[in-house]
């Protein structure tokens, strides 16, 4: 039971990039290589950030939320859009579109995230003798993980790779991908701050990331138009 328990978070966790993937075009324009390389750029910037929060962060023994901790903490998520920025920008893609970059990128980023955040947690507690739905909340919050990364991975091809983008939408883009890089510190003040438990705060992360998802596609989509 504890192993079929361990496949069934893990398939949750990890199988929705394995359905993106070969449900969506990237399979056919054979991006995986794009995928892999803007996973180890996610790993060198996770290590990065790791350095940062271990070196100006004080260890709180407390649960409480602390204003200036968080702070920092949102500042130094900003070192994800840098990561995010190279993968897009300087790593050198085949011939595929900037639909298709974006995605496969944003793809990549996510699935390391799950595998650095989520694998050993996986594999140490959801073998355990006692059944809980912490792994299976875990497994959800990946598929929202999954879906903001590719949504600020378009938000960013959209302030960076697209040159001829309508000036309206312009202040919207930057506030869409600010909101997305701070969420991480948006989802601990509701849980530190407002004592949301798991499941509820794993339900505002579903319900934004598709809010977000939707908003990011229309953007995208208004961006295609070609200017009058």
Not at 59 to 82: C, H, M, R
Not at 107 to 122: K, N, T, Y
Not at 164 to 189: E, H, R, W
Not at 213 to 220: M, N
Request: with cysteine; net charge positive; hydrophobic share 50%.
């Amino acid at each position: 039971m504890t192993v079929f328990h361990f496949f069934n978070c893990a398939i949750l966790t990890f199988g929705p990039h394995a359905v993106y993937y070969s449900a969506t075009p990237l399979s056919e324009y054979d991006t995986l290589w794009t995928s892999i390389r803007a996973a180890v750029v996610y790993l060198v910037t996770a290590l990065v950030k790791l350095v940062c929060l271990a070196t100006f962060l004080n260890v709180s023994d407390s649960d409480t939320f602390d204003p200036y901790q968080e702070l920092l903490k949102a500042l130094f998520g900003f070192i994800d859009v840098a990561g995010l920025y190279f993968a897009l920008t300087q790593l050198t893609h085949r011939n595929i579109s900037q639909n298709h970059k974006f995605q496969a990128v944003g793809l990549g980023w996510a699935f390391a995230d799950s595998v650095l955040h989520r694998l050993a947690p996986l594999w140490v507690g959801a073998r355990g003798l006692e059944f809980t739905w912490d792994y299976i909340f875990q497994g959800l919050e990946a598929n929202a993980n999954l879906v903001f990364s590719i949504s600020l991975a378009a938000l960013g091809s959209l302030i960076w790779l697209r040159k001829n983008k309508p000036k309206t939408l312009i202040p919207i883009i930057y506030a869409c991908a600010g909101i997305v890089a701070t969420m991480p510190s948006i989802t601990s003040y509701l849980r530190r701050g407002l004592g949301w438990h798991l499941p509820k705060v794993v339900g505002f992360e579903l319900f934004s990331s598709l809010l977000i998802a939707f908003i990011s596609w229309q953007l995208f989509v208004a961006c295609q138009r070609p200017s009058n």
